[in-house]
């Protein structure tokens, strides 16, 4: 793992929400605004973006937590901005904080873990739980 970040960097992300993206289960929208699962999804690539750049080549990041304190709706057409702070490094788990605004509503924010570990240590661990 690349020591290349200190507490305190950021990288900063935007994604617009499409009609996929509307709070849905089972084929039935909820709510006509972003659903909490696309927050999630965006908020992790948000933060996977300094794994991308600290993993070396024979390493990959897994996601090791999220919290999501939902402040506001976005709705579709809308661009999500998300900036990602990292908070810490703990060995080799990188924990960020993060804000996703909608120009300058707040729509939510909270924090992310990922650990970064050697691919081969990543198979060993999840074929350990992989059905015989």
Known sequence: MK?????????EYSYTVTEADKAAFHGRTVHNVCSTFTLAREIEW???LFVLDMKEDDEE???TMLTID????AFVGETLHIR???KEIRKNELICIYKVLVNNRLVAEGTTGQKILKKSRLKEIFSTFEKP
């Open 84 to 86: 990602s702070e990292i």
């Open 3 to 11: 020591k290349i970040f200190e507490p305190g960097e950021t990288r």
């Open 46 to 48: 948000s933060t996977r």
């Open 61 to 63: 990041g897994v996601g």
């Open 70 to 73: 939902h402040r506001a709706p």
